[in-house]
């Protein structure tokens, strides 16, 4: 059986960025010693005012600590970050047992491979993206889909209390499927909810408006109040970009592929993600796909 670590915990933080820093910041008032890396150094300092500790590698960050989290872009980075850098990566200054949460959004596949390649030097893993955004990441209230060993997410769930609301899906990799699921739900709406909102505004109805007609009925969501209020303000402020959603259902279409699933939904709107950023959208909120549909519709 695993020994629990006990608190306050020992926890390294690799990647402060927009998800990132908020987390950190939540695990540091929680009482947890945190550690932080971000390759762009001037990010994690700004942690310190918060009682955490910068550190140069990931590799240095890890050596101090029982919990190493990943918030990083990708899992070519995760990759490169745990097992990488020149033999600064993570995982050549994580003590025997100790436990690797992986919350970036990576494939399911990546996630399988890199606790395989843990288990083999004695270490633990969790992939446990979240959901929520930047609001979640502030204010503690992010949804985490945690793939793994039972008993690795019990040791986690101090971790996890000060971030959000944790469920364990099951085996590893199952937490970046669902992750995968969430994303795919959440692009989708946002179209519906823009295309929805545009046809209105081409028809001569208030768009604020009409979103207020249809809150509460069955059409009511997450999505309508919040990325609705944003098409109707246009505020396309980054929460979550474009292009990053785009990520995220190209990375559903590959996983889909890989088991031999059709998924001809996700694939319409990967391509809607990708005209947008193409056209030089990536950087803002993924709402703004809200403005891809309005341009073909000439709605500017």
Known sequence: MTTPIPPPLRIAVLGTGLMGAPMARRLCEAGHQVQVWNRTRAKAEALQAFGATVHDTPRAAAAHSDIVISLLENGTVVGEVLFGMGGEGAVHGMHEGSLFID????QPREARDHASRLAERGLRHLDAPVSGGTVGADNGSLAIMAGGRAEDFAAAL???AALGRATHVGPH???QLTKLAN???VGITIGAVAEAL??????GADMAKVREAISGGFADSRILQLHGQRMVERDFAPHGKMSVQLKDLRN????AGEIGFDA?????FAKLYADGVEHGLGGLDHSGLFVELASRNALQ
Do not use: D, N, R
């Not at 559903?252 to 996983?255: D, S, V």
């Not at 001809?264 to 319409?268: A, D, F, K, S, Y």
């Open 158 to 160: 101090p971790v996890f």
């Open 198 to 203: 545009l046809l209105c505004a081409k028809g």
């Open 173 to 175: 990799g199952t937490g």
């Open 103 to 106: 919350m970036a959004s990576i």
């Open 264 to 268: 001809p939904i996700t694939e319409l």
């Open 252 to 255: 559903a279409l590959a996983t």
């Open 183 to 185: 994303q795919m739900i």
